[in-house]
Nanobody, 123 residues
């Protein structure tokens, strides 16, 4: 059983920063590719970032240069550092885990999902 719990969301002004965390309970966090996704009201879920088991990362074009994904395998924790936030970053942010080591921005490749944490950016 793999459970994912996100935290760290909140409300900030444009230009501000937030750091999201995702703790995985269960086994073999270090062997999993992990991802962050988001969904704004009335919009489809979209990929934000992904990181493979060796720490190599990839990003959606909309967040490149502003967001950074990382992982701490000793703590079974995934992070998303979000800088220079914009109102269009307002969304529910979800952590996801897959049964493979590689990173991918394709949501259908993830088997496990958290409940989400809300990030709201005001102008």
């Amino acid at each position: 059983q793999v459970n994912l719990v996100e935290s760290g969301g909140g409300s900030v002004q444009a230009g501000g920063s937030l750091t999201l965390s995702c703790v995985q309970s269960g086994y073999t966090f270090r062997d999993r590719g992990m991802g962050w996704f988001r969904q704004a009201p009335g919009k489809e879920r979209e990929a934000v970032a992904s990181i493979d088991s060796d720490g190599r990362s990839m990003y959606a074009d909309s967040v490149k240069g502003r967001f950074s994904v990382s992982r701490d395998n000793a703590k079974n924790t995934l992070y998303l550092q979000m800088n220079n936030l914009k109102p269009e970053d307002t969304a529910m942010y979800y952590c996801a885990a897959r049964d493979f080591r590689g990173a991918t921005l394709a949501s259908w490749n993830y088997e496990y999902w958290g409940q989400g944490t809300q990030a709201t950016v005001s102008s």
